[in-house]
């Protein structure tokens, strides 16, 4: 059964950083595009970053770019999103998603990790 | 900065047929954008739907079918049930950028 478990998520001030954590079972991990996606509180989903199977192509939303950084441990079956320079825009259940075998496909996703900016 | 639109929300009776439509502010969907369908309902993570336009996956129930219609990417719910009602949210692959659709809410009443 696949698996994806985030954490990491909680109360951070403006400015500050967090880092997620996104541990994956069930399936060849290594063999697998990961994606983050976010949802702020009573909105839609947005897409932030995605990673390709061996951690050497990576994409950001411009929203993110220069701020966040996605990366993973294919020996540690984790995906990770460090978010630097928090804004209150960025408070958002965080979801981490797998990229299926078909180009473009997203299926499985974790149940997500609530990230909250306040002062 | 790419826009994918959908419609805010939609109301359809059990047993009948919607059609829920994903559009791209640069022009008509292709499925070369590999659109891709997902359901979430309140409190719950996205669960996936459709890939590649049409594509069902293992667990996707036979009552829903993608396809592209009239220049935009469309889910079409079939015989629909109670359960369905939920937001739903396309994704549309531009170049390598993924960008998620505004969602729609469906109401079964």
């Known amino acids: 059964e696949v698996q994806l478990v985030e954490s990491g998520g909680g109360l951070v001030q403006p400015g500050g950083s967090l880092r997620l954590s996104c541990a994956a079972s069930?399936?060849?991990?290594?063999?697998?595009?990961m994606h983050w996606v976010r949802q702020a509180p009573g909105k839609g989903l947005v897409w932030v970053s995605r990673i390709n199977s061996d951690g050497s192509y990576t994409t950001y939303a411009d929203s993110v770019k220069g701020r966040f950084t996605i990366s993973r441990d294919n020996a540690k079956n984790t995906v990770y999103l460090q978010m630097n320079s928090l804004r209150d825009e960025d408070m958002a259940v965080y979801y981490c998603a797998r990229g299926g075998t078909a180009t473009g496909t997203v299926d499985y996703w974790g149940q997500g990790t609530l990230v909250t900016v306040s002062s | 900065q790419t826009v994918v639109t959908q419609e805010p929300s939609l109301t359809v009776s059990p047993g009948g047929t919607v059609t829920l439509t994903c559009a791209s502010s640069t022009g008509a969907v292709i499925s070369g954008y590999y659109p891709n369908w997902f359901l979430q309902k309140p409190g719950q993570a996205p669960r996936a739907l459709i890939y590649?336009?049409?594509n069902k996956h293992s667990w996707t129930p036979a009552r829903f079918s993608g396809s592209l219609l009239g220049g935009k990417a469309a889910l079409t719910l079939s015989g629909v049930q109670p359960e369905d009602e939920a937001d739903y949210y396309c994704?549309?692959?531009?170049?390598?950028?993924?960008?998620f659709g505004t969602g729609t809410r469906v109401t079964v009443v």
């Open positions: 590649g336009t049409s």
């Open positions: 069930g399936f060849t991990f290594s063999r697998h595009w």
């Open positions: 994704l549309l692959d531009f170049d390598g950028i993924p960008v």
